[in-house]
């Protein structure tokens, strides 16, 4: 694993949003084997995608999730805390944080359009910057 990718980057796509072809782009030529997904974007993802109705596209996002080789990451819940102190230390909100202590606990880059991880000490791309850095 090399990149943990944001909620954002994921809805980008599935909803064909502004940034979808960027978003795509980056995701299509990194191999999945280094890319991660956090359980609760994973789980907010399908909260959003149920509410608009895309069933299908819910079920097409599983599938590409479950059969791509893409590591879902989890945080046990004695180590929540640590998500609270950095919802406290960054002045950031819950998702941002869970997103936080997993790019660190992983040595993880964050791929993110989300600037409010500026703020934090770990690294965030967008897929535009990591392209060009190829």
Do not use: C
Not at 26 to 45: E, M, V
């Amino acid at each position: 694993m090399k990149y943990l990718i944001d909620t954002n980057i994921w809805l980008e796509i599935l909803l064909d949003r502004e940034k979808s072809i960027e978003a795509f782009d980056f995701l299509s030529k990194i191999d999945s084997n280094s890319l991660a997904i956090s359980d609760f974007s994973l789980h907010s993802i399908l909260i959003i995608l149920a509410k608009l109705k895309e069933y299908e596209t819910a079920k097409m996002f599983l599938e590409d999730i479950n059969t791509s080789g893409v590591n879902i990451l989890t945080i046990e819940s004695n180590n929540l805390y640590k998500v609270v102190d950095a919802i406290k230390n960054f002045n950031i909100d819950f998702d941002d944080a869970y997103q936080y202590y997993l790019s660190k606990k992983y040595n993880l880059v964050l791929v993110s359009f989300d600037k409010d991880f500026d703020k934090t000490d770990i690294e965030r791309k967008t897929p535009k910057e990591l392209l060009q850095g190829e």
